[in-house]
């Protein structure tokens, strides 16, 4: 499994856009980009994938860089209730498994 | 939808003792994955499944086993625990065309004293 680099842990305040980068010079072409994120004391929950183009949905934004090597998860305007890990993972189509590495803890100041 | 329903949340088990955690989905969804996360850590798969019948093992299988006879369920079995077992363990499952997400449960918190 390709694997990918991200920062241990970034701090912003509320109602500021989050730019959470991630490094995968590995990557394949069959390789989706996919982000969840754990809440303290929850399960992970799916935020988005793409696999080249950029991505929007009620979430959250992904920017893919042209040769696939890196993205950003952008959060438009955090809130408190975005403070959690956040990680990034690579996975192929029909990908029967995920494979977490360490993520990036988000801290959202009031 | 319940979704991805874990049994029980929080258990304390004696070293040696076996016990099977219960992962069941009401979703209909082909593939299903059991991961434990250790304090400050990240999850690391411990088995899988693509379908009933068929398991395969993840980065920590040792230690565990794992039945799939039906599409629903995943059980978790925990042969003799050792205090190294204590952990959240999350189980997950997503459909098996296109490319979606997994949908994890809440967690199962286990101490083996």
């Known amino acids: 499994d390709a694997k990918t680099t991200q920062p241990n842990s970034m701090e912003s305040n509320e109602e500021e856009p989050v730019h959470l980068p991630c490094n995968h010079s590995?990557?394949?072409?069959?390789?989706?980009i996919h982000w969840y994120r754990q809440l303290p004391s929850q399960g992970p929950e799916y935020v988005i994938h793409?696999?080249?183009s950029n991505v929007n949905n009620r979430m959250a934004s992904l920017a893919i860089a042209e040769d696939r090597k890196s993205s950003t998860l952008i959060l438009h305007r955090a809130t408190l209730r975005d403070a959690a890990v956040y990680y990034c993972?690579?996975?192929?189509?029909?990908?029967?498994?995920?494979?977490f590495g360490q993520g990036t803890r988000l801290t959202i100041n009031p | 939808n319940a979704g991805v329903t874990q049994t029980p949340k929080f258990q304390v088990l004696k070293t040696g003792q076996s016990m099977t955690l219960q992962c069941a989905q009401d979703?209909?969804?082909?593939?299903m994955s059991w991961y434990r996360q250790d304090p400050g850590m990240g999850l690391r798969l411990i088995h899988y499944?693509?379908?009933?019948?068929?398991?395969d093992q993840g980065e920590v299988p040792n230690g565990y086993n794992v039945s799939r006879s039906t599409t629903e369920d995943f059980p978790l079995r925990l042969l003799s625990a050792a205090p190294s077992q204590t952990s959240v363990y999350f189980c997950?499952?997503?459909?098996?065309?296109?490319?979606?997400?997994?949908?994890f449960g809440s967690g199962t918190r286990l101490t083996v004293v």
């Open positions: 590995t990557i394949s072409g069959t390789d989706y």
């Open positions: 979703m209909n969804h082909e593939y």
């Open positions: 997950a499952s997503r459909r098996d065309r296109g490319h979606y997400g997994y949908t």
């Open positions: 993972i690579l996975s192929s189509q029909g990908a029967q498994k995920l494979v």
């Open positions: 793409g696999l080249t």
């Open positions: 499944s693509v379908g009933a019948g068929i398991t």
